[in-house]
Nanobody, 125 residues
Framework: QVQLVESGGGLVQAGGSLRLSCAAS????????MGWFRQAPGKEREFVAG????????YYADSVKGRFTISRDNAKNTVYLQMNSLKPEDTAVYYC??????????????????WGQGTQVTVSS
């Protein structure tokens, strides 16, 4: 069982930056693929970024490529999402997810075994 707790959300002006954190419980964190998703009001949840257990393989949605960076610290059981050059369309609830499988290709988009409760990110224009 893995429990995920996100933090770091908030209100920021367009062009600004935020760093989200996701703290995971459980002894096998380093073996899990981690992902970030987001859901804006009235829209479906969408994949944002993912990182495999070895941290050598990452994947990004086209909409955030070059602006967001996913990373992980297995010693701290934490995955991060550094978000730069934020835009109003990045406004959403951001969710952390974990899966015991290796992700590649379309598997980055799901399914994931565990989900956090989400953290709100609001970007003002």
């Amino acid at each position: 069982q893995v429990q995920l707790v996100e933090s770091g959300g908030g209100l920021v002006q367009a062009g600004g930056s935020l760093r989200l954190s996701c703290a995971a419980s459980g002894r096998s964190f380093s073996s899990y693929t981690m992902g970030w998703f987001r859901q804006a009001p009235g829209k479906e949840r969408e994949f944002v970024a993912g990182i495999n257990w070895g941290a050598g393989n990452t994947y990004y949605a086209d909409s955030v490529k070059g602006r967001f960076t996913i990373s992980r610290d297995n010693a701290k059981n934490t995955v991060y999402l550094q978000m730069n050059s934020l835009k109003p369309e990045d406004t959403a609830v951001y969710y952390c997810a974990a899966d015991s499988g290796i992700k590649y290709g379309s598997r980055w988009y799901g399914p994931y075994d565990y989900w956090g409760q989400g953290t709100q990110v609001t970007v003002s224009s």
